[in-house]
């Protein structure tokens, strides 16, 4: 198991265990459940994984 930090705009942020073979998708429904945002669906909604010198969106 794998802590994932998440880092929000407003400078909040929380951890997510997660698998090695958990998908963007699972990870996303699972934030929206830990924050009790309850979407018709995760379509529109994306992680952003940000290194040194590049933002890079994950579907």
Do not use: M
């Amino acid at each position: 198991k794998i802590r994932q930090y998440v880092y929000f705009p407003n400078g909040h942020e929380q951890d997510f265990v997660v698998e090695s073979t958990t998908k963007a998708s699972e990870l996303v429904s699972n934030i929206c459940r830990e924050l009790k945002f309850v979407p018709s669906s995760a379509n529109g909604l994306s992680l952003y994984l940000e290194t040194n010198k590049q933002q890079v969106s994950i579907p």
